[in-house]
């Protein structure tokens, strides 16, 4: 990339002045762009004072793709494991950063899950491992918020991962950020709940979008959830005041306040 690498690539999307948009964020200001850079959006000669401008989640997916069983010692794993469990998320589930994650269920157990995030830039169909590499715009921090299912049933019906709110995106896209050895971390309240290194994971990123892309077209703008870590403690449950937390080394944190909708 022709560019000074001094220099931190995090595209955000923003509220200023009750309008809406995409930017470049460097040295506490942000670089008005006319669109999301992978629809063709360019920059404009506007500044924004960051702390002028409020985050909302960096992208607007048309479908969040959320890989599960993805790290040793999960739930789920077994010697006959081989492929990702795969789930999806939708669009109207999607919050920013600091924004409340709000159950609907006031009898379901609720909690968070710390995931990293694969912001696609191309469109993506049956691709090669160059394509699909290529295919990589940046990367984001995720929380798959979750809630039990009733009656046991598939833990990944829609009921469990896909309600309004339920998918926390932010706080922005760093398109210079490359996964290797970095800790990922999930915290409830203050407590650490899950914690692991993001070379764990069982299939990384360029074979998992490579597979996904063989059964599902992958647009710009859409997002690939990449599994969140083992727990190192028993799992806890959201309460009204709640705070969930994730934080991948080198890349940022994401923080949300959960309260029951009744």
């Not at 009733?150 to 998918?167: I, N, P």
């Not at 996964?179 to 993001?198: A, F, K, T, V």
């Not at 979008?209 to 992958?218: A, C, D, G, M």
Request: hydrophobic residues 35%.
């Amino acid at each position: 990339k022709n560019r000074d690498d001094s220099i931190d690539m995090k595209f955000i999307r923003f509220r200023f002045l009750k309008n809406e948009y995409y930017g470049l964020l460097h040295n506490q200001q942000v670089r008005v762009y006319s669109d999301a850079p992978w629809n063709g959006g360019k920059p404009l000669d506007q500044l924004v004072s960051i702390n002028d401008a409020v985050l909302l989640s960096p992208c607007q997916p048309g479908k969040v793709i959320a890989a599960a069983i993805n790290y040793p010692g999960i739930t789920g794993l077994t010697e006959k494991t081989n492929e990702p469990l795969v789930f999806i998320k939708p669009s109207s589930s999607v919050i920013g950063p600091d924004e409340t994650i709000v159950s609907p269920f006031n009898d379901v157990l609720v909690w968070g899950e710390c995931e990293l995030g694969i912001v696609i830039g191309n469109k993506l169909s049956k691709a090669t491992t160059e394509e699909a590499q290529s295919a990589i715009f940046g990367y984001t921090i995720g929380n798959d918020v979750s809630c039990e299912n009733v009656l046991e049933r598939d833990h990944h019906l829609a009921r469990s991962k896909a309600a309004d709110t339920f998918c926390v995106l932010g706080p922005w896209i760093d398109t210079e950020f490359s996964p290797d050895q970095q800790m990922i971390s999930g915290y409830h309240n203050e407590s650490l709940l899950r914690e692991g290194h993001l070379n764990e994971r069982l299939w990384k990123e360029v074979e998992l979008i490579k597979w996904l892309s063989t059964w599902i077209t992958l647009e710009p703008g859409d997002v690939v959830l990449t599994g969140a870590p083992s727990r190192v403690r028993d799992r806890e449950y959201l309460k009204n005041g709640d705070n969930f937390r994730c934080v991948i080394e080198g890349l940022g944190e994401l923080s949300n306040p959960f309260k029951l909708a009744v």
